[in-house]
């Protein structure tokens, strides 16, 4: 059977430290006893005190939305197969982090969401606005407007690093739109890229804790009642728990809280600007690894981070700021989980046996040439599609090789004839009627200019494919 990814709610937690307006820092529970139980008396322990200090600040989420829905295929043959539109609503968790009434959740339970509604733990509802949404993490900041003068339960944020496998921790959402819930398990598994290249710049917690539709945006909790993590997704192939699933690390949903309270409409990523590959065990022996682990550098973008810092093709970095890298997703989460600005130290190994120390400065990739975003209209393969000119910056943003050179990519489609004619997001337009399209404003020009038959030539993963079209 295939295997099905299935969204589920997380809750997400902060600490008052985030930014002014924060919760004042709950006193710290002792340090967690990682001894399995000794006797029957310690088998009874409860975690009822780190639920009444977590759970009052899970909130349940809804989000409704416009979708048309295509009729039976058969009365279109009637002329009745006009498109209807319905009301579709989605429902999630989320965690409230701010005092005043800022809440994190994921993104795919409020995408799209015309009407955005939070029901707080006393039953209360409040309508919510998206400060900032970031489908590349799944994360949504929310924000409500309360009473004057009330200050909303908070729950603090651990993103130190100090968890570790084997950890007890809770999952606390509303699965199936029961009601708020609790669940334990442990932590199976850290720095868990779903990636199969590495390059997501994503490393999940993953926990048997069982996790099911409507959890998503809730809350993974530790024996301290912080916050370490929002449960995303899971793996399963029945659609409901089967205990593999995976929460966002509290240090980026930290780097998302800290953007949208700060104004900011996405969180800026910082890049290596290097091409990686994962070490092999035939790599490894081949350099003399004592062990296969490490990030290859393969390629080089001149004048990026990485080159600046000192990296040369060939190296392998085996240590980011301090911490073993395993593969290329632990480099690249490793990176982006830094602010812009801030300097990251690199133990890499080189031909002959020699490692080295490098500092590397965090810098997002570059955004040039500008991005001259434009949707395409008129008789023409390209009416409804959206155009932006290609960069680092454009291409890390839509989860593309940064490395893919400059050109023109379509980044979403919609009504038109673009559909039509079998154009995808993601695909690069290289030649229409034998004119090269280099930039946005070439590509409007030539679809402006009126043709009998239109050729055009694109890439689509690596692929160059060549069309005729008659409109």
Do not use: C
């Not at 910082?270 to 003399?288: K, N």
């Not at 390209?382 to 050179?405: I, K």
Request: glycine share 10%.
């Amino acid at each position: 059977m295939r295997r099905l990814l299935a969204l589920i709610p997380a809750l997400t937690l902060v600490s008052a430290s985030i930014a002014p307006g924060y919760a004042a820092a709950q006193p710290a529970f002792s340090q967690p006893n990682r001894a399995p139980p000794q006797d029957a008396m310690q088998m009874k322990s409860s975690f009822s005190p780190v639920v009444k200090r977590a759970a009052p600040a899970v909130v349940n989420i809804s989000a409704k939305r416009m979708v048309r829905q295509q009729v039976d295929p058969f009365w279109q043959l009637f002329g009745r197969g006009v498109p209807q539109s319905r009301v579709a609503q989605s429902l999630g968790s989320g965690v409230i982090v701010r005092a005043d009434g800022v809440i994190v959740t994921n993104n795919h339970v409020v995408a799209d969401g015309q009407e955005i509604t939070v029901a707080l733990s006393d039953r209360r509802e409040f309508p919510a606005r998206v400060l900032l949404a970031d489908p590349r993490t799944d994360l949504a900041i929310l924000k409500i407007d309360i009473p004057a003068g009330e200050r909303l339960e908070v729950l603090a944020m651990d993103d130190s690093g100090d968890a570790q496998v084997g950890d007890l921790v809770l999952a606390i959402g509303d699965p199936f739109g029961v009601g708020q819930t609790v669940t334990n398990g442990i932590i199976s598994a850290l720095d868990r890229s779903t990636d199969p290249n590495g390059e997501g710049g994503l490393a999940y917690i993953q926990t048997d804790a069982a996790i099911n539709p409507g959890n998503s945006g809730g809350a993974l909790v530790d024996m301290d009642g912080d916050l370490i993590g929002v449960n995303s997704f899971i793996l399963s192939r029945s659609g409901s728990s089967s205990g593999v699933g995976f929460a966002i690390p509290a240090s980026v949903v930290r780097r998302a809280v800290e953007t949208a309270v700060g104004g900011g409409r996405s969180v800026v990523r910082p890049w290596l600007g290097a091409r990686t590959q994962s070490v092999t065990p035939e790599i490894a022996r081949s350099l003399g690894l004592a062990r296969p682990q490490g990030a290859l550098i393969a390629d080089l973008w001149p004048d990026g981070p990485a080159a600046r810092a000192g990296l040369r093709q060939g190296d392998v970095v085996l240590q980011a700021d301090g911490k073993p890298v395993a593969d290329t997703g632990a480099l690249s989460f490793a990176i982006r989980n830094h602010r812009p600005g801030e300097t990251l130290l690199l133990v890499v190994h080189r031909a002959g046996g020699q490692e080295q120390t490098l500092s590397l400065r965090a810098e997002p990739p570059p955004a040039t040439p500008a991005r001259d975003e434009r949707t395409l209209s008129g008789r023409n393969p390209f009416d409804g599609a959206t155009v932006v000119n290609l960069s680092p910056a454009v291409a890390d943003e839509l989860g593309l090789d940064t490395f893919a050179g400059q050109g023109v990519l379509v980044s979403k489609l919609g009504r038109g004839l673009a559909m039509n004619a079998g154009l995808r997001p993601g695909d690069i337009v290289r030649q229409v009627n034998g004119r090269k399209i280099e930039t946005v404003r070439d590509l409007a020009v030539a679809a402006g200019t009126a043709a009998p038959a239109w050729q055009v030539t694109i890439e689509r993963n690596g692929q160059q494919i060549t069309a005729t079209f008659r409109i």
